[in-house]
């Protein structure tokens, strides 16, 4: 009887042990898939990372892409209708006060550019011209800007800035293209401003 105990405890016993030893084996493989994995993860993510950033540039530069052609498309437009207005007005003579192509002065000119092609209202007179739209530096002139310049010590006098450095006003000698960088108008410039903001 105690022969037949002893054997069934030492029955239990083993298979008990057998239990444990599989049930740790199985953690440890579980714990080393784990760790795989981590590992496996370690290696890949920086490559997961890397196309992110991928991505994200291109699509930086996408949107990049997408406001430059906005922006030629913009100045395409600003240009277009400046030129028209100028092949209309080329040569019409300058007369102080004038509005009309019998004659017209400076500030007269840039208020029509504006309200005919841009929609835009200004005032009349170069000196409250002066105060509407965002300050600008020379340096940053774009197609449509205003350009101011000093030409006496009481006068003022106002064109549109048309690229490449040149500028479209009602000149003495009548509505013309002169260059910002011509000695008279260089000495003169007084300031600039940007009306025209998006279209």
Not at 78 to 87: A, G, H, P, Q
Not at 142 to 165: E, S, W
Request: proline share 1%; hydrophobic share 35%; with cysteine.
């Amino acid at each position: 009887m105690i022969r037949n105990l002893s054997f069934f405890i030492f029955i239990t016993l083993f298979f008990s042990a057998c239990n444990s030893t599989k049930t740790l084996a199985y953690k440890e493989t579980s714990n080393q898939n784990i760790n795989k994995q981590i590992e496996a993860l370690k290696h890949f993510e920086p490559e997961t990372i890397k196309e992110v950033k991928l991505e994200e540039t291109k699509l930086e530069q996408e949107i990049e892409q997408e406001e430059i052609q906005k922006q030629l498309s913009n100045d395409e437009i600003i240009k277009n209708s400046l030129m028209e207005f100028y092949t209309e007005w080329k040569g019409v003579k300058y007369k102080f006060g004038g509005n009309s192509k019998r004659g017209i002065d400076c500030s007269a000119f840039t208020q029509r550019i504006f309200k005919e092609k841009f929609n835009i209202k200004i005032p009349r007179s170069t000196r409250t011209q002066v105060k509407v739209g965002e300050k600008i530096k020379k340096s940053q002139l774009k197609l449509g800007d205003l350009v101011f310049f000093k030409t006496g010590k009481i006068d003022r006098h106002v064109g549109v800035y048309m690229g490449d450095g040149n500028f479209m006003h009602a000149s003495i000698k009548g509505v013309k293209f002169t260059k910002l960088n011509k000695a008279f108008y260089k000495k003169a410039y007084w300031t600039s401003r940007r009306i025209i903001k998006d279209l």
